[in-house]
């Protein structure tokens, strides 16, 4: 081995990156040239002292913690897949509409009111914009709503029957005020739109799956009622018929 | 509709517990490619971003230079992005004919003069120092501690020109080194 050679194999040596055989051919070189081992030596010496430096930086905590928002976090996640559920879920119900041979205006808007309910829940579940008056406690819920609406939504306490109770909150749907009554159940929020009935009522409860989400939507007493969920569709009705059971039982009592 | 979101969410869980460990690595060879603080920090939230879009490409086995691989396709289009923008292209070209300068420097240099103690502060700013290929080459193998291999496959290079990268650098450096010791 020339010293040429063993010049930068050295390098290989102290990176433990040569074979038994070529690291005997640089040790053997070494031992009787003066000038590499001592170059083998300063290297070593080098090396040494690079290792045991802190050489490396330590991310920001700012740094850290915009990285971490940006990749998204579960909730995020399913939250965008379903906005990108949307587009599909609005083709497919061009689609349908295609299908059948007529589209009668009162569909149509149908379409629409459950459209931007899933919006109006979709921007509650944004950071801070679920409740206007947060509390657990109906009597402290209902009278919020006194002169914000013009009706009177019923704010009824579930939390025995495994619905909480969180909030009320005022939204638009179909470019009027609704009440939007705010339940959780684990860790799935339920936002009940309260509007006035305008003779729209419907004759039974409906459950349909629009966009990924559940609704049920039902009348009572003039009103009309829409509950808008990711909660499966079974414990939504349970929601729904508690929710009537209470209520009836409110105006009777 | 159906929830489509398990295989996003289960990407996105995958993909912390297995990059972000990593960070520091990857902030720690953005501040030696770019040489200063807030340009390492967009690459490296860039790496991450381009990291986790691409998750799906990643064939397993370390992840670490995988993520350093991304970090460098940031940083090279970044000194494009300055090149263009102050018209000095910092090529490796220049970087090249920058060493061969203190190659032969470092090789007159006495070998048993002693090196003085440094802390890491004046050690990081030597290693800034190196031109382009030489400081990654270093910064890769002894601070972000790849092999041989991965440094090739993240550079490009082959094995034998990374070995004689590193020779360089380290000559270089030790030069730099002893420089500062006589200017104390």
Redesign the interface.
């Known amino acids: 081995m020339t010293c040429d050679e063993a ?3 050295l ?2 040596l102290i ?1 433990n ?1 040569l074979d038994a055989g070529h690291a005997r051919d640089i040790e053997a070189h070494a031992a009787q040239c003066a ?1 590499c081992a ?2 083998l ?3 070593r ?3 040494n ?3 045991g ?8 905590l ?3 913690r ?3 928002r ?5 909730a995020m ?2 939250r ?3 906005l ?2 949307f587009a ?2 609005s083709l ?1 119900s061009a689609a349908a509409a295609a299908s059948v041979a007529f589209v009668i205006v009162r569909e149509d808007r149908d379409q629409r009111i459950l459209g931007e309910a899933i919006s109006a829940h979709l921007r509650s579940l944004q950071a801070d914009h679920l409740t206007d008056v947060l509390s657990t406690d109906q009597h402290t819920v209902k009278p919020w709503f006194n002169g914000r609406i013009d009706l009177a939504p019923p704010v009824i306490d579930l939390t025995a029957q495994g619905f909480t109770l969180v909030g009320g909150r005022l939204d638009f749907i179909d470019g009027k005020p609704v009440a939007a009554i705010v339940y959780r159940r684990r860790v799935h929020v339920i936002n009940l739109f309260v509007a006035q009935g305008q003779g729209l009522a419907l004759p039974a409860p409906r459950t349909e ?1 629009v ?2 989400f559940n609704i049920r939507r039902w009348s009572e007493q003039g009103l009309n009622l829409l509950a808008v969920s ?1 909660l499966n569709s079974e414990e939504l009705e349970e929601f729904g018929t508690k929710f009537e059971q209470a209520f009836r039982a409110t105006r009777t009592g | 509709m159906a929830y489509e979101g398990g295989g996003d969410r289960g990407k996105a869980e995958r993909f912390r517990s297995a990059a972000l460990p990593y960070l520091d690595d990857v902030y720690t060879l953005a501040r030696y490619l770019l040489r200063n603080t807030a340009d390492a920090q967009d690459a490296a939230q860039e790496c991450y971003l381009r990291a986790f879009r691409h998750f799906e490409t990643f064939r397993g086995g370390p992840i670490k230079p995988w993520l350093l691989a991304i970090l460098r396709n940031v940083c090279r289009a970044e000194y494009a992005r300055r090149g263009a923008l102050a018209g000095i292209l910092d090529s490796l070209d220049d970087a090249k004919e920058t060493a061969e300068g203190l190659w032969d420097e470092a090789g007159h240099s006495p070998e048993t003069e002693t090196l003085q103690k440094l802390d890491s502060e004046a050690m990081q700013r030597l290693i800034t120092q190196l031109p382009d290929a030489f400081r990654e080459a270093i910064v890769l193998r002894e601070i972000n501690d790849l092999s041989y291999r991965e440094i090739a496959d993240i550079t490009g290079a082959p094995v034998g020109t990374v070995m004689s990268r590193l020779a360089r650098a380290r000559a270089m450096l030790r030069a730099a080194w002893l420089a500062e010791g006589n200017r104390s």
């Not at chain 1, 940006?70 to 579960?74: D, E, H, W, Y």
């Open positions: 010049e930068v194999m390098h290989a990176d990156e000038r001592s170059q030596a300063a290297y010496d080098l090396r002292s690079l290792q430096g802190s050489l490396g930086y330590t991310a920001p700012s740094l850290r915009s990285i971490d940006a990749v998204p976090s579960p996640a399913s965008r897949t379903l990108k559920g599909a879920g497919m799956i966009q990924g990711d």
